[in-house]
């Protein structure tokens, strides 16, 4: 394959991550008054089954020709996506850390800034009108997306800012003692906020344990829920595992329990239609740059009752009714949440992406990267020495749980960041490394792991071309 960039120099050979989280669970327990106003009994919305569609777990009769089929079709998308269109032997690989992004959200941007360009909800002047305009029809965009209100869609700049804003805000309305479910599978940003809240607050964090396949174990899900429990927060598909949890039953029972239900739905926003109240999730959070999107922009979800009573994250301008010398009155929700210059372009191009998305179905990507995950997987599993990380497709029928097109592997006796570095010489963009979870790489003991994340433009000649890759580096390396 051609070499279509230059690998980067100074790539750490046999770097290890170090140290790890302070230990929060014994941070002083700081006696702060319980503010009241906001209840933790379950929400009203109708709590159905799981809304990850039966095509994401692969059904061995159509399997073949269905994805040569969606291959064909994806060759014909790349031509879509100018970086992939100017490097077309490319096999970008990392689509769990950013997907690439096609020529309508790079257009919209840039006709925002051409057509459109100027603050919103201030001017009273037409084009601040109609910069307004655009980025409030970007919010119903992205609510109809995700089958909810405007008013409960804030714009944020990622999933990560999504978090704080929320261990923020309802962190101000724990106390002590209050308990927070989290799970060992969570990426940092769905554990550092958290972290930091029970520094302040003294709540106590307690964490899912995982199963040797990779998947939530259940069982002791049940055991750690208590009256203490306030929020569930877990990643519906997590990115180094792969694994896609059964969220909906895990919210049930949250519910049952008086707890409210957070998502983590940064890699799922792209491969599946995110219906929240078929969730049943109180709150959830995605980023624009993993599904199409540009960077800089985000969404955190808050079921509206709750928004209501959440305090602000940030202060400034845009997110108060009115400012007094001795104090403010807060906007309503979502401009509440949204203190001073909002990413303006971005929510208009994200909006563009979700069109895109919604016009090929996200879950339609999602059964095919679903294949290609598959195929990589049964074929690493023939390569000797190499280990994968995630649940085994033998005994997910089984199960509640699915896989998602994201596959971490380690090759014995040659490093990821070796193997990474290696293989992007061959035209391969794959990370290697912890992938922002280093309590999961210690839960499986593995210090780097390379992963292949799959997005809509992948082909399966990529994927043979991996595996063929891969045995050449054991050769080589
Ligand atoms: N959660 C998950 C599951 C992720 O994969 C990521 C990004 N790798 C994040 C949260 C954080 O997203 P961002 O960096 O866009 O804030």
């Known amino acids: 394959m051609k070499q279509p960039f230059v690998a980067p120099k100074g790539t750490p050979l046999s770097s290890d991550f170090q140290g790890g989280p302070a230990p929060i669970l014994s941070s002083p327990s700081i006696a702060l008054p319980q503010k009241d106003g906001i209840s933790f009994a379950a929400s009203s919305v109708?709590?159905?089954?799981?809304?990850?569609?039966?095509?994401?777990?692969?059904?061995?009769?159509?399997?073949?020709?269905?994805?040569?089929?969606?291959?064909?079709?994806?060759?014909?998308?790349?031509?879509?996506?100018?970086?992939?269109?100017?490097?077309?032997?490319?096999?970008?690989?990392?689509?769990?850390?950013?997907?690439?992004?096609?020529?309508?959200?790079?257009?919209?941007?840039?006709?925002?800034?051409?057509?459109?360009?100027?603050?919103?909800?201030?001017?009273?002047?037409?084009?601040?009108?109609?910069?307004?305009?655009?980025?409030?029809?970007?919010?119903?965009?992205?609510?109809?997306?995700?089958?909810?209100?405007?008013?409960?869609?804030?714009?944020?700049?990622?999933?990560?800012?999504?978090?704080?804003?929320?261990?923020?805000?309802?962190?101000e309305l724990l106390a002590p003692g209050d308990e927070i479910i989290l799970s060992e599978m969570e990426h940092h940003a769905?554990?550092?906020?958290?972290?930091?809240?029970?520094?302040?607050?003294?709540?106590?964090?307690?964490?899912?344990?995982?199963?040797?396949?990779?998947?939530?174990?259940?069982?002791?899900?049940?055991?750690?829920?208590?009256?203490?429990?306030?929020?569930?927060?877990v990643t519906l598909v997590s990115n180094v595992l792969g694994t896609i949890n059964p969220v909906s039953r895990i919210g049930e029972l949250a519910h049952e329990a008086g707890a409210l239900l957070a998502v983590d739905a940064a890699q799922a926003a792209p491969i599946m239609k995110l219906d929240v109240p078929t969730l049943g999730a109180d709150f959830l959070a995605f980023s624009g740059h993993k599904m199409y999107g540009p960077f800089g922009i985000g969404v955190l979800y808050g079921r509206q009752e709750l928004l209501e009573k959440l305090p602000p994250f940030l202060g400034g301008g845009d997110m108060i009714r009115e400012v007094r010398l001795d104090g403010f009155t807060p906007a309503e929700p979502p401009y509440k949440f949204e203190a001073g210059t909002p990413p303006i372009?971005?929510?208009?191009?994200?909006?563009?992406?979700?069109?895109?998305?919604?016009?090929?179905?996200?879950?339609?990507?999602?059964?095919?990267?679903?294949?290609?995950?598959?195929?990589?997987?049964?074929?690493?599993?023939?390569?000797?020495?190499?280990?994968?990380?995630?649940?085994?497709?033998?005994?997910?029928?089984?199960?509640?749980?699915?896989?998602?097109?994201?596959?971490?592997?380690?090759?014995?006796?040659?490093?990821?960041?070796?193997?990474?570095?290696?293989l992007d010489t061959k035209g391969f963009a794959l990370r290697a490394g912890h992938h922002c979870a280093h309590p999961l790489a210690r839960r499986f003991g593995v210090v780097s792991s390379l992963r292949a994340s799959f997005g809509a433009y992948n082909t399966i000649e990529e994927v043979d071309a991996l595996l063929e890759a891969l045995e050449a580096a054991r050769e080589e390396l």
């Open 345 to 422: 372009s971005q929510a208009v191009a994200l909006a563009t992406a979700i069109e895109w998305l919604d016009r090929h179905g996200p879950d339609r990507f999602g059964h095919y990267e679903a294949l290609l995950g598959k195929r990589l997987y049964e074929g690493l599993r023939t390569i000797p020495g190499v280990r994968i990380l995630g649940p085994d497709y033998s005994t997910l029928h089984r199960s509640s749980f699915k896989r998602a097109g994201i596959v971490s592997f380690t090759l014995e006796g040659i490093h990821a960041h070796d193997l990474s570095a290696y």
């Open 46 to 171: 109708p709590q159905t089954e799981n809304t990850i569609p039966s095509s994401v777990s692969p059904s061995p009769p159509s399997e073949d020709s269905s994805l040569t089929a969606l291959s064909q079709e994806a060759h014909r998308l790349r031509q879509e996506f100018p970086l992939l269109r100017a490097n077309p032997q490319l096999a970008y690989l990392d689509n769990a850390a950013t997907t690439q992004k096609p020529q309508v959200v790079l257009e919209a941007e840039t006709a925002f800034y051409s057509e459109a360009c100027a603050n919103v909800h201030r001017a009273i002047y037409s084009l601040g009108e109609a910069a307004t305009e655009q980025y409030e029809a970007a919010r119903r965009r992205v609510a109809a997306f995700i089958g909810v209100r405007p008013e409960e869609v804030i714009f944020t700049r990622g999933t990560t800012e999504g978090f704080n804003l929320l261990a923020h805000s309802l962190g």
């Open 190 to 233: 769905n554990i550092v906020p958290w972290q930091l809240l029970a520094q302040r607050r003294g709540v106590v964090l307690r964490f899912i344990p995982l199963t040797d396949e990779g998947l939530l174990d259940l069982a002791a899900y049940e055991k750690l829920l208590s009256p203490r429990t306030r929020l569930v927060s």
